[in-house]
């Protein structure tokens, strides 16, 4: 693999990059849920707490419990994902299969979870 002027990328590059990569996924994943989680009620106005007493009842909420399983998934999964990475720096190929498998669900996860955050978020939109 090259980098563009030819020079030759190694192995210890690529892994490093995967693995940060696999980082941004997970810090992604649990910044989602936290943000979701403490700005619910003022972002969409829902919840005893909300702004300006514009309590609503919350539309949809299937969508947000679907959001919050999905990025879980996506943490567990990118944990489990440097996990294995980890062990193949130790042990050379022994762990390929279950960390890409790790790897493919955590950015699915996290991609399904942000959807679905979108969608509740414009399903309990004020006006």
Not at 53 to 65: D, F, M, S
Not at 87 to 107: D, N, Q, R
Request: overall charge positive; some cysteine; aromatic content about 10%.
């Amino acid at each position: 693999m090259t980098n563009g002027s030819s020079e030759i990328i190694g192995v210890e590059k690529r892994a490093e990059f995967f693995r940060d990569f696999m980082k941004t996924v997970l810090s992604l994943s649990t910044g989602a849920i936290v943000f979701s989680v403490t700005f619910l009620h003022d972002v969409v106005y829902v919840g005893e707490n909300s702004p300006a007493n514009r309590v609503l009842p919350a539309q949809r909420t299937g969508l947000i419990v679907g959001a919050w399983l999905a990025l879980l998934v996506s943490v567990i999964a990118s944990l489990l994902c440097l996990f294995f990475h980890a062990l193949s720096t130790k042990y050379k190929e022994a762990f390929s299969k279950p960390m890409t498998l790790a790897a493919i669900v955590g950015i699915l996860g996290l991609l399904a979870g942000l959807v679905l955050l979108v969608l509740f978020a414009m399903k309990n939109l004020p006006g």
